[in-house]
């Protein structure tokens, strides 16, 4: 699997209130890395997120290898698949 197939687009929209909640506040608050929102209070730096996820400047991105998620500008995403989440399977109705 190559890095780009690797690499799923997720539409914030298809995730609970708390996921996106939970995915931004981490992101926000992540160890290590230099996401640039360490200006603002958590609140505001929450919010900045969001709204970039609503306008598309941001996209949230899994990757399949490492098992992780990851908000990144929609310029660096482009080319990644977007795939759509899936509820369970309905089960096939027999005859």
């Known amino acids: 699997m190559s890095d780009r197939e690797a690499m799923l687009v997720i539409a914030h929209q298809q995730l609970s209130p708390e996921a996106l909640a939970g995915l931004i506040e981490e992101f926000v608050t992540r160890d290590g890395t230099d996401s640039g929102y360490t200006r603002g209070s958590l609140e ?3 919010a900045m997120v969001r709204r970039q996820l609503d ?3 941001a996209l949230i991105v899994y990757d399949q290898v490492t098992n992780t998620c990851n908000v990144v500008p929609a310029e660096t995403a482009r080319g990644h698949r977007q795939r759509p989440l899936r509820s369970k399977p309905d089960k096939e109705k027999k005859p």
Do not use: I, T, Y
């Open 44 to 46: 505001e730096n929450v």
């Open 55 to 57: 306008a598309g400047q």
